[in-house]
């Protein structure tokens, strides 16, 4: 897996670079960071997206099932607390599980809203991952309140509901509970549920949802690389695909 991310640096260092030459309001990260979650591995990710990170309050993440993916030395409270600075909630009131749900109000028009769907696995043939049922409904309390409704919103977490072509991950390996994440979720109007885990960019609509699902694919891989730039005017969001030609990102 390692060999895939050789360039990794590089690569990082032009979205940087992108992000500064088109003057990007906010990153959204949805992991993964790392392959284990090992406290080295954090530290290193860490000061390859620290020029990504500022301000903090123009980032926003959750963890990636390889970020949290050892249980010893409690990887949930290691990866918390090498990214707790973009770790901001600008609604802390609805906190349920450590840093989760996060809100962020970007502006007058847009909202972010974050819940974790990652955890360890026992077997390291599973990398299933689940919304804590606390936090599903806290989400339904989020998306119905004044302070948010009205915005066009962001619904950000790792695991695909779906898979590029509109089915739901396998069971070892997707979102337990897509279904009922989606179900909270077909009360939006005017979003975007962006998530990673895939390593496949993609944009798909499903039935009884009015906005689309976006895959973030990963950035970094080699093969795969890929990112999407986000613009919203007037509640009306334009998705713009990004791959790599060698030496930046360009385009699809």
């Not at 284990?36 to 020029?51: I, R």
Request: net charge negative; proline share 6%; glycine share 8%.
């Amino acid at each position: 897996r390692a060999k895939y991310f050789d360039e990794a640096e590089e690569k990082l260092a032009a979205i940087v670079r992108l992000k500064e030459e088109q003057n990007i309001d906010l990153v959204i990260n949805t992991g993964d960071y790392t392959a284990l979650g090992l406290e080295s591995e954090l530290e290193l990710a860490k000061s390859f997206v620290e020029p990504l990170m500022s301000p903090p309050q123009r980032y926003m993440t959750v963890p990636g099932n390889h970020d949290i993916y050892v249980h010893e030395g409690n990887s949930h409270y290691r990866f918390s607390e090498h990214f707790c600075s973009v770790l901001q909630n600008d609604l802390p009131e609805y906190c349920r599980g450590g840093h989760w749900p996060q809100v962020r109000l970007i502006g007058d028009d847009v909202a972010v809203v974050a819940v974790n769907s990652s955890h360890p696995n026992p077997w390291p043939w599973r990398s299933d991952g689940e919304i804590p049922q606390d936090q599903l409904e806290t989400l339904s309390e989020i998306l119905a309140d004044d302070r948010v409704k009205e915005r066009f919103i962001f619904v950000i977490t790792h695991y695909a509901p779906r898979l590029s072509n509109g089915e739901p991950d396998k069971k070892l390996h997707g979102l337990i509970n897509a279904d009922e994440f989606l179900e909270r979720c077909k009360v939006l109007k005017k979003g975007a549920i962006l998530f990673g885990h895939v390593h496949k960019t993609y944009q798909i609509d499903i039935e009884g949802l009015s906005i689309p699902l976006i895959c973030a694919g990963s950035a970094t891989m080699e093969g795969y690389e890929g990112l999407w730039i986000y613009e919203v005017e007037n509640g009306i969001l334009t998705a713009k695909q990004m791959k790599w030609d060698g030496c930046t990102y360009v385009p699809v």
